[in-house]
């Protein structure tokens, strides 16, 4: 069993950044491929970005590519979301999933799920 616990949202100015943590517990993190998505209000849970397991293979929705980052630190088990440049439009609650397959773009592709980061762009 996974754990995923996100944090280091919160309310930003736009044009300001974030940096979303999420800690994994259960099994070691460099065993799975890790993905971020995002839900706001009234929306469905939108793709954000994903890795894979080995850190090769990175990819990103089009509405953050260019702004936001992922990255992994295997040792402390935990991937990381540097979101730059924000903007009003990506206020949302961040999720962060997990899944022993290849790293995907689809909700469907992971297994695991925390329970979400808060983030608030404010114009």
């Known amino acids: 069993q996974v754990q995923l616990v996100e944090s280091g949202g919160g309310l930003v100015q736009a044009g300001g950044s974030l940096r979303l943590s999420c800690a994994v517990s259960g099994r070691t993190a460099s065993n799975y491929a890790m993905g971020w998505f995002r839900q706001a209000p009234g929306k469905e849970r939108e793709f954000g970005a994903a890795?894979?397991?080995?850190?090769?293979?990175?990819f990103y929705a089009d509405s953050v590519k260019g702004r936001f980052t992922i990255s992994r630190d295997n040792a402390k088990n935990a991937v990381y979301l540097q979101m730059n440049s924000l903007k009003p439009e990506d206020t949302a609650v961040y999720y962060c999933?997990?899944?022993?397959?290849?790293?995907?773009?689809?909700?469907?592709?992971?297994?695991?799920w925390g329970q979400g980061t808060q983030v608030t762009v404010s114009s």
């Open positions: 999933a997990a899944d022993a397959g290849p790293a995907s773009r689809w909700r469907s592709g992971y297994h695991y």
């Open positions: 890795m894979s397991w080995t850190g090769g293979i990175t």
